[in-house]
């Protein structure tokens, strides 16, 4: 016959029907359990002082009759269990060196005392505390609307298209702390741009704004992770800014600081896009939308036990941040080096900048119609945005003496032959008259190298000539200005030496007579 435990209920089963008057052979047939052990249990509680006679039953009585009944439970230990007791303090210090239980096992039965693994793992968690992970405190739940945590990952693949090829795509995926209501955004690239696209969505979604977005240190919105201070990207945070929520980033490698989102990756993957047809990401979004708001969110959520949706518009959306009335711009953050010809490509579209920029690297915003450019945190040049292939030019950021012919700007040309003489002027409006006047720039330019050659007068006196003649060709108007009798060289008398400010008389740079001739002079006088 197998053994049965008695437990304390149906101990005090027995002596309740034993101090009712009856016997220990009716108890055990009404119990099922054996008379030797009905036997024990009164003899027990008649040891223990309680009679038929005003007998009162109580738990204490009864815990202390299941000591007297059985001082040993459990299941007691064999030699291995000794051995492992034997050598504790070596087991101890090989988990503190974090050495792995089986190759300990190894190691004490090289050293002559082998214990079974099972018994060792017994060992090690009763008395060594193996494998025990430390406790923990569950963080409260924010106040309504306040917290919706950021999590994106992996899907799955869309159906082949037209080349049969197949895209694979992420998702963005918010959920609130409070109440869980997911929302789901699929994209296929994790940048800034797409986390304020989904960002912008789930707002819509929401009705209204979260007073702070957690996120992971996901590149696309952090640009250096810190515990204390992390640096958000430039374009995240500025729309951060334009919202007016905070984002409050969790540590590096710290899933707890997010635990609501967490696991929510492998949840969507699998019952939201596993196995259906999605052909494009605006497909998937749809499918996402209606899997957030009509079955996940009609679904009791097991920590809550309430309907995320219910949840949701019940408790937190009157207190969300009023939602946006219009589209963001997105701005566009880059770095952009200034080019010899004094250009930077931005967004694949050229902007010039001025020269004294060449060569460096400045910081740019481009928005849906300016692109600024800083040089650290001045602003230096401001253009409007170009398509993809475009060009904005300002002629002012080319140096003046080339500026005309980068522009083709004969305008310029014209007034600068004027400024050498009429009759120049009038040869040069001539020489550029007719369409596509741009390509005869370089025959202006060679009439003023002839003015800086010969002088304006003579060029003057030739224009004057050739335009009586109707000649408009400037290789033979090069020919009659060599040709020319050179202007007639000025006859004024030079200007007068101006006198010397130290003049002394010619006395006092003679020299005094030798020492010898002063003496012949004495003898002849």
């Known amino acids: 016959m197998a053994y049965r435990e008695v437990m304390m209920l149906e101990v005090k089963e027995i002596l309740r029907l034993w101090l009712a008057g009856f016997s220990k052979r009716q108890i055990s047939a009404q119990l099922g359990f054996d008379v030797k052990t009905v036997r024990r249990y009164v003899a027990a509680a008649e040891a223990a002082g309680l009679t038929r006679a005003g007998g009162v039953l109580d738990d204490s009585l009864v815990a202390s009759i299941l000591t ?21 303090s070596l087991i101890e210090h090989y988990l503190s060196e974090h050495v792995r239980l089986s190759k300990i096992g190894k190691l004490l039965a090289r050293q002559g005392t082998p214990v079974a693994y099972p018994t060792l793992r017994r060992f090690a968690i009763a008395e060594l505390g193996f494998g025990r992970t430390a406790a923990t405190v569950p ?27 197949r895209r694979r795509f992420r ?14 955004y699929p994209v296929f690239h994790e940048s800034t741009a797409t986390a304020i696209e989904a960002c912008e969505a789930a707002w819509v979604f929401y009705d209204g704004i979260f007073k702070a977005l957690i996120p992971d240190n996901t590149k696309a919105i952090v640009q250096i992770a810190d515990p204390l201070s992390p640096r958000l990207t430039a374009g995240f945070l500025e729309y951060a800014q334009a919202r007016g929520f905070v984002v409050d980033t969790t540590r590096v490698r710290r899933p707890k600081d997010k635990a609501r989102v967490e696991r929510s990756v492998q949840t969507v993957r699998d019952d939201c896009f596993a196995g259906e047809p999605l052909h ?18 009609m679904r009791r959520h097991t920590r809550t036990q309430r309907l995320p949706k219910e949840h949701f518009e019940a408790v937190e959306h009157g207190t969300l941040l009023p939602a946006p009335t219009e ?25 010039t900048l001025p020269t004294r920029f060449i060569g460096k690297t400045l910081r740019v915003r481009a928005d849906r119609s ?39 700007d004969v305008a310029f040309l014209q ?56 000649m408009i060709d400037v290789r033979r108007l090069e020919r009659m200005v060599e040709r020319a009798t050179p202007p007639p060289q000025s006859t004024a008398p030079p200007p007068p030496v101006p006198s010397g400010r ?6 006092q740079y003679a020299l005094p007579l030798a020492s010898r001739e002063r003496e012949n002079k004495g003898e002849d006088a």
């Open 68 to 88: 007297t009944t059985r001082p040993l439970l459990g299941r007691p230990h064999g030699e291995s269990w000794a051995t492992c007791d034997s050598q504790r």
């Open 139 to 165: 963080v409260a739940d924010c106040a309504p609307g306040e917290e919706v945590q950021l999590d994106t990952g992996w899907m799955t693949l869309l159906e082949p298209d037209l080349f049969g090829k």
């Open 171 to 184: 998702a963005w995926i918010f959920t609130p702390v409070l109440s869980r209501y997911r929302f789901v």
């Open 280 to 297: 494009t990401i605006e497909q998937a979004r749809d499918h996402s939308h209606r899997w957030c708001e009509r079955e996940y969110g």
């Open 327 to 351: 589209p963001y711009d997105v701005p566009l953050w880059c770095e952009a080096k200034v080019a010899r010809d004094h250009f930077a490509q931005v967004a694949k579209a050229l902007y």
């Open 370 to 408: 300016v692109v600024r450019f800083y040089d650290g945190a001045a602003v230096v040049k401001v253009h409007a945005r170009q398509p993809p292939g475009g060009k904005s030019i300002d002629p002012n950021d080319f140096p003046p003496e080339k500026a005309a012919y980068a522009m083709r």
């Open 415 to 470: 007034s600068e032959a004027a400024r050498h003489g009429e009759a120049i002027g009038r040869l040069a409006k001539a020489l550029i008259a007719g369409p596509l006047p741009w390509t005869r720039m370089r025959q202006v330019y060679a009439l003023l190298g002839l003015c800086r050659r010969y002088g304006d007068v003579r060029v003057e006196e030739s224009c004057t000539t050739a335009l009586a003649a109707e």
């Open 502 to 507: 130290f003049l002394r008389p010619a006395s």
